[in-house]
């Protein structure tokens, strides 16, 4: 059973930074390319970064390029986003998710979520 836990949320103003991370359980982390999405109030979940199984391979949404960076740490089993440039419009729950596949792709490809951590920026 694969279980997914994000930290590092919390409420920041307009500009800061803030790091998530998310610990996976189980021993096939590494094989697979891991994600983040946020979901506003209102708004259908949207993709944010996506790493692949090495950690060779990044993507981005338009919106968080050159802010967000995305790693991961298989000996450790955890992602990272690391959010700098932070603006009210990055406010939203975040959740990291396990692909089924190597490499990033559409959001079907991901089969386990985590419960999400609430990101909330002021102004």
Not at 48 to 65: L, M, N, R
Not at 69 to 91: C, F, H, V, W
């Amino acid at each position: 059973q694969v279980q997914l836990v994000e930290s590092g949320g919390g409420l920041v103003q307009a500009g800061g930074s803030l790091r998530l991370s998310c610990a996976a359980s189980g021993r096939t982390f590494s094989n697979y390319a891991m994600g983040w999405f946020r979901q506003a109030p209102g708004k259908e979940r949207a993709f944010v970064a996506a790493i692949s199984w090495s950690g060779g391979s990044t993507d981005y949404a338009d919106s968080v390029k050159g802010r967000f960076t995305i790693s991961r740490d298989n000996a450790k089993n955890t992602m990272y986003l690391q959010m700098n440039g932070l603006k009210p419009e990055d406010t939203a729950v975040y959740y990291c998710a396990r692909s089924t596949l190597m490499n990033p792709g559409p959001i079907g490809d991901y089969k386990y979520w985590g419960q999400g951590t609430q990101v909330t920026v002021s102004s």
